[in-house]
């Protein structure tokens, strides 16, 4: 009887660490993940889009919103998604706790851990593209929803975050130049020493494309595609680049190092390449927006880091599943998708589209999460059942 007694206690303490080791991990656990944007209104639902990223085996999922059909649809799947807190809500977060936990526990908590939700990215390009209000209610709301997770006891669940655009540096150019633009830095500051504390990431939307748009005369677009060129060479580094997101990485980690926080990690939380685009936007075509997008899964999956940090591995979410047709902007702004709005590949760079996908689903749901996740804390929730109705019937 005692024997069992302690087989008993011993499966339950087991259970509770497995529990507890399966949800401590980082908001990013691979080194490629993806942007789900949804503004469109000819995507598919977001079951079948669980379905889509299942099939194509992407584990890590960035929403720009904390949407509950999304996070419902992806219960289960074994995804690993980052949340987001538009913009419009940064001043109802800054300016309350209260609000800050309220929508932690009705976006986040609830839906933990069946959802598997590794971060929340509070806002998107504030600082050096809002005014100083937004950027100070930035810092607020950033402040208080880690506050939230924290009374929650999700701090080591949940990685807090914001992504920054190119706007916050002053110059990048060559890289080991770049430093942090005046007009961002006393908000700045502020996000980098609680990221610091909480162990955050920099996060850095890192478009390539953009650069080489601005100055098509001086840039060699081989050098913004991942191709064979000559690259650039940093004089006060000696370091050597062959393209161009790497560069942009090793500029925003210059530009920390010379605001004291050389330690940090960058990731880019958006890189991508556009289809298609107006007329002055001639290198929007599916060959470029193929090129990159296919060398950029390749230069992931070799897990090495930048010229200035090789020990650290790059990690990148392109941008994005779908083009979007209700994008307001240049024509581009709705052509970064790797899948049509039916869900059939834009272009092949090694994915398979939503139709062909059957065959692929069916096995995941055997050998995937399922058989993993959700079998393995069933089967020992049930072996303590049993057991414990077998101790008192005895």
Not at 54 to 74: C, E, G, H, T, W
Not at 76 to 104: C, Q, R, Y
Not at 234 to 251: C, E, G, R, S, V
Not at 335 to 354: C, E, P, R, T, V
Request: proline share 4%; with cysteine.
């Amino acid at each position: 009887m005692k024997s069992l007694w302690v087989f008993v206690r011993f499966l339950t303490v087991f259970v509770f660490f497995f529990r507890v080791a399966s949800l401590t991990v980082q908001g990013f656990t691979g080194t490629y993940g993806i942007n789900y944007g949804r503004i469109a209104d000819n995507i598919p639902s977001p079951d079948k889009v669980a379905t889509l990223l299942r099939a194509a085996k992407i584990k890590n999922i960035r929403i720009y919103d904390a949407d509950q059909s999304v996070l419902k649809a992806f219960s289960g799947t074994g995804l690993e998604l980052v949340v987001g807190l538009p913009n419009g809500f940064l001043k109802n977060m800054s300016t309350s706790e209260d609000n800050a936990m309220s929508w932690i526990k009705e976006n986040v908590q609830s839906f933990l851990p069946e959802t598997k939700i590794r971060g929340i990215a509070v806002g998107n390009e504030v600082l050096g593209v809002l005014d100083d209000e937004s950027s100070e209610a930035l810092v607020g709301a950033v402040k208080n929803l880690y506050s939230a997770i924290q009374k929650l006891h999700l701090d080591d669940v949940i990685q807090i975050t914001t992504a920054h655009s190119q706007a916050v540096f002053a110059n990048s150019y060559p890289p080991s130049s770049c430093i942090f633009n005046d007009n961002v830095v006393q908000y700045m500051k502020q996000l980098l020493e609680l990221f610091s504390k909480i162990g955050s990431p920099f996060c850095l939307n890192a478009y390539p494309f953009l650069a080489y748009m601005s100055d098509p005369e001086n840039i060699d677009i081989n050098y913004a595609l991942f191709q064979p060129t000559q690259g650039i060479y940093d004089p006060k580094t000696k370091l050597h680049y062959d393209n161009m997101l790497d560069a942009q990485i090793d500029a925003a980690y210059a530009a920390l190092e010379d605001a004291g926080f050389k330690n940090m990690e960058v990731i880019v939380t958006e890189t991508g390449w556009a289809s298609r685009g107006d007329d002055h936007e001639a290198a929007a075509t599916v060959n470029n927006a193929r090129t990159y997008n296919y060398n950029l899964r390749k230069r992931l999956a070799k897990k090495k880091g930048t010229p200035l940090m090789p020990k650290r591995v790059v990690k990148g979410y392109v941008f994005a599943i779908f083009n979007e047709d209700l994008k307001s902007g240049a024509a581009s702004e709705r052509n970064f998708g790797l899948f049509k709005a039916d869900g059939s590949i834009a272009y092949d760079i090694g994915f398979h589209g939503l139709e062909s996908s059957a065959a692929d689903t069916s096995r995941l749901f055997f050998k995937g999460i399922p058989a993993r996740g959700w079998f393995w804390s069933h089967f020992f929730a049930s072996a303590i059942s049993a057991l414990t109705l077998l101790l008192l019937s005895s």
